[in-house]
């Protein structure tokens, strides 16, 4: 059974950075491409980021600049570090392959950015 646990989320204020760890049993993660996901309340799940096994990164324009995703294979492990952290960054990020198998969301963690 696969289990992705997402920690590191948080109450930041704007321009701040936060980062995100998700670590995976059940699963070998050196094969997948991995990535980042993350909702907004009222908002559909969008990706974030993803990261190929030979580590080449791709981000949403939104992110792009402020983000960078990385991996351990050794830890079974997807990292998301976010700098410059904007209101519209609030959501839950969840970390899931790319594309998503629905069996592997988490619970996410929560990331607010506010004043």
């Known amino acids: 059974q696969v289990h992705l646990v997402e920690s590191g989320g948080g109450l930041v204020q704007p321009g701040e950075s936060l980062r995100l760890s998700c670590v995976a049993s059940?699963?070998?993660?050196?094969?997948?491409?991995l990535a980042w996901y993350r909702q907004a309340p009222g908002k559909q799940r969008d990706r974030v980021a993803f990261?190929?096994?030979?580590?080449?990164?791709s981000y949403a324009p939104s992110v792009k600049d402020r983000f960078a995703i990385s991996r351990d294979d050794t830890k079974n492990a997807v990292f998301l570090q976010m700098n410059g952290l904007k209101p519209e960054d609030t959501a839950v990020y969840f970390c899931?392959?790319?594309?998503?198998?629905?069996?592997?969301w988490g619970q996410g963690t929560q990331v607010t950015v506010s004043s």
């Open positions: 990261i190929g096994p030979r580590g080449t990164p």
């Open positions: 059940g699963i070998d993660f050196s094969t997948k491409i």
């Open positions: 899931n392959s790319f594309p998503s198998i629905d069996a592997y």
